[in-house]
């Protein structure tokens, strides 16, 4: 069985080296999207002794901002070239943040085990646990001011109260004044979810077989406005796959095998300013009880070291 590891990566590229090499073993392929804003060079040389690793090109690379579109397209693209390879298997989406926290037995094991199960986040919308219960993500516009973090905002058509406010008054101002005048073909429409699927949503960290991924890509060819649709998304990416997966016709009436996603983050500890929280050594009892996940993010070498040291010991013996 394959295990083809798609790694969005944009910084650190000595973490990046140590999660490759600690996920690394037999039937395991890597594809590496390295943010265009960042040095491709410097992940390759980390890696460059490695034969199983495949970085993904210049034209395929996306510059990525939060929340934004591109982060879709740089996932979609990687996808395209692991199923150009691998027919077997599965696809599991990592960040370049993320660490194995379990050893590579264990995670082989537990792919063999689980064969053909779908491990995604998926929840309906609307969903209480995001802000506007997501439908702001699914009715609203959403247009980049720059490629800041946070630096976006989101509109609805002029059909909508919500449309007339000074805020947003300003923000077309700021929008027209970069010669940016695409809202205007868009505020005369309202937004609508393809009729054909009903939305669903979670997070971005999934890990599928490649026969279901092969049946997505079917999907998007059969359906090209679904992916345009999602051009105007917040955060589109934490939809577009979760909507796709449940609306894939059923095989032989079974109900679909979808497990809880076996990457770990905390995303409620307070205090934390941004979160999900950074993991380091007092962490680590708090990742060992995470028993049904194979990974975690987030992890930084420059923050603090130990906490890898101490999982390392524990996965290698």
Not at 222 to 244: N, R
Request: glycine fraction near 4%; hydrophobic fraction near 40%; include cysteine.
């Amino acid at each position: 069985m394959d295990l083809n590891y798609i790694i969005m990566v944009h910084t650190e590229p000595k973490h990046f080296n140590r999660l490759i090499r600690a996920l690394n073993d037999t039937d395991v392929h890597f594809y590496i999207h390295v943010d265009k804003g960042a040095d491709i060079n410097s992940f390759r040389d980390e890696v460059k002794d490695l034969p199983n690793i495949k970085f993904m090109t210049d034209e395929f690379r996306e510059n990525s901002s939060w929340g934004d579109f591109t982060f879709l397209r740089a996932i979609l693209n990687s996808i395209r070239e692991v199923v150009k390879h691998s027919k077997n298997g599965y696809i599991t989406i990592l960040s370049g943040q993320d660490y194995p926290i379990k050893s590579k037995k264990y995670v082989k094991d537990f792919y063999h085990k689980n064969n053909g199960s779908h491990f995604m986040e998926v929840n309906a919308l609307p969903y209480a646990g995001w802000r506007e219960f997501g439908m702001n993500r699914l009715l609203k516009y959403k247009v980049n001011l720059s490629h800041k973090r946070g630096h976006f905002f989101l509109y609805p058509s002029i059909y909508e109260k919500s449309f007339y406010s000074f805020e947003l008054f300003l923000n077309f101002i700021r929008l027209s004044l970069r010669g940016n005048f695409s809202y205007l073909s868009k505020i005369i429409r309202r937004r609508k979810i393809p009729s054909y699927v009903k939305p669903y949503g979670g997070s971005d960290w999934w890990s599928m077989p490649v026969v279901t991924v092969n049946e997505m890509l079917s999907f998007l060819d059969e359906h090209p406005d679904y992916l345009k649709y999602f051009e105007d998304s917040l955060l589109a990416s934490e939809m577009f796959f979760q909507t796709i997966l449940m609306s894939l016709p059923l095989k032989d009436s079974k109900p679909r095998d979808i497990k809880p996603a076996v990457t770990y983050a905390n995303w409620t500890r307070p205090g934390v300013i941004t979160p999900p929280v950074l993991f380091v050594e007092s962490d680590f009892d708090e990742l060992m009880s995470q028993e049904h996940c194979l990974f975690a993010r987030k992890f930084s070498q420059k923050v603090d070291v130990k906490i890898l040291d101490l999982l390392d010991k524990v996965n290698q013996k």
